[in-house]
């Protein structure tokens, strides 16, 4: 059982950066593709990015391609999402994933999630 704990959202200015993190454990991290989701009260849980466990190349969400970076560090066992130029439209509460394949674009392929952190941008 994979546990998931988010941190790093907060309120922040448009043009602003954040750093998400999301701290894993229970688990083989390095065998996890991890991905990051963000929802808006009234909408579906949407994909925003995703690193596969390989090591191969990230998946970005068209609306934040450019602007936010995936990494993980997997000594630390912990997957980032650096947030930059933030728009109003990014505010959200930010989930992070796990699932032992491939990276996914659909939420319910992943089968471990943490509690989420807001981001909050104004304008």
């Known amino acids: 059982q994979v546990q998931l704990v988010e941190s790093g959202g907060r309120l922040v200015q448009a043009g602003g950066s954040l750093r998400l993190s999301c701290a894993a454990s229970?688990?083989?991290?390095?065998?996890?593709?991890m991905a990051w989701f963000r929802q808006v009260p009234g909408k579906e849980r949407e994909f925003v990015a995703g690193?596969?466990?390989?090591?191969?190349?990230?998946d970005y969400a068209d609306s934040v391609k450019g602007r936010f970076t995936i990494s993980r560090d997997n000594a630390k066992n912990t997957v980032y999402l650096q947030m930059n130029v933030l728009q109003p439209e990014d505010a959200a509460v930010y989930y992070c994933?796990?699932?032992?394949?491939?990276?996914?674009?659909?939420?319910?392929?992943?089968?471990?999630w943490g509690q989420g952190t807001q981001v909050t941008v104004s304008s």
């Open positions: 994933a796990a699932r032992p394949w491939e990276i996914a674009r659909t939420e319910l392929k992943y089968n471990y």
């Open positions: 229970g688990g083989t991290f390095v065998m996890y593709t």
């Open positions: 690193i596969s466990w390989h090591g191969g190349p990230a």
